[in-house]
């Protein structure tokens, strides 16, 4: 795996996996403005759709989806220099409220109408506003283990977290001298 600079200063990385053509982010990008895939997502998770989110339209849920998917995009996209990350990214588990090292975190639309935005972004936080993106994924369940697609971005989670770990990346100045050296 190597890790993509998003920000081109340091503070919002992207995981490209091996077996990847793209970043973990500019996938997840064009999945969800994609659709043909939009569409067979919603299809094959309609029962999460209409019974939690209350949708009963798949035109209506693709709609949404790209609607917030570009409202995201320009939320990490657009990040200035001065703009705090801390601000978009929160901790993963909605109980935690301490940081710890490597944190899982995620990032999300909040939307006042009818409810948040299914949509997710997941990263690890490496320090105070430093983030490195891991995947995402549309979350139509409470819980990310309800589902298939939600388990695997938190394998994700965990094999990036691992990774960093057993190259002794534990900060933002150890993923530096890391990312200096290959």
Same mark, same amino acid.
């Given at each position: 795996?190597?890790?993509?600079?998003?920000?081109?200063?340091?503070?919002?990385?992207?995981?490209?996996?091996?077996?990847?053509?793209?970043?973990?982010?500019?996938?997840?990008?064009?999945?969800?403005?994609?659709?043909?895939?939009?569409?067979?997502?919603?299809?094959?998770?309609?029962?999460?759709?209409?019974?939690? +989110?209350?949708?009963?339209?798949?035109?209506?849920?693709?709609?949404?989806?790209?609607?917030?998917?570009? $409202?995201?995009?320009?939320?990490?996209?657009?990040?200035?220099?001065?703009?705090?990350?801390?601000?978009?990214?929160?901790?993963?588990?909605? +109980?935690?409220?301490?940081?710890?090292?490597?944190?899982?975190?995620?990032?999300?639309? $909040?939307?006042?109408?009818?409810?948040?935005?299914?949509?997710?972004?997941?990263?690890?936080?490496?320090?105070?506003?430093?983030?490195?993106?891991?995947?995402?994924?549309? $979350?139509?369940? +409470? $819980?990310?283990?309800?589902?298939?697609?939600?388990?695997?971005?938190?394998?994700?989670?965990?094999?990036?977290?691992?990774?960093?770990?057993?190259?002794?990346?534990?900060?933002?100045?150890?993923?530096?001298?890391?990312?200096?050296?290959?």
């Amino acid at each position: 795996m190597t890790f993509d600079d998003i920000t081109e200063d340091g503070r919002l990385w992207a995981v490209r996996y091996d077996e990847e053509k793209d970043n973990a982010l500019y996938t997840l990008f064009d999945q969800w403005s994609d659709v043909i895939w939009l569409r067979s997502f919603f299809k094959a998770n309609w029962q999460d759709l209409t019974s939690y +989110f209350k949708i009963t339209d798949v035109n209506q849920a693709v709609e949404k989806t790209i609607e917030d998917s570009d $409202k995201l995009q320009g939320i990490i996209m657009d990040i200035s220099p001065n703009a705090n990350l801390d601000e978009i990214f929160h901790p993963l588990e909605n +109980f935690r409220t301490t940081d710890i090292l490597l944190g899982k975190e995620k990032a999300r639309l $909040k939307r006042k109408e009818r409810h948040s935005s299914w949509l997710r972004i997941y990263a690890i936080k490496l320090a105070e506003g430093i983030y490195v993106i891991t995947g995402g994924a549309i $979350k139509l369940t +409470f $819980k990310m283990e309800e589902r298939e697609h939600t388990r695997q971005e938190l394998i994700k989670l965990e094999k990036v977290r691992s990774f960093l770990l057993n190259e002794n990346i534990i900060d933002n100045d150890s993923f530096v001298e890391y990312m200096n050296t290959i």
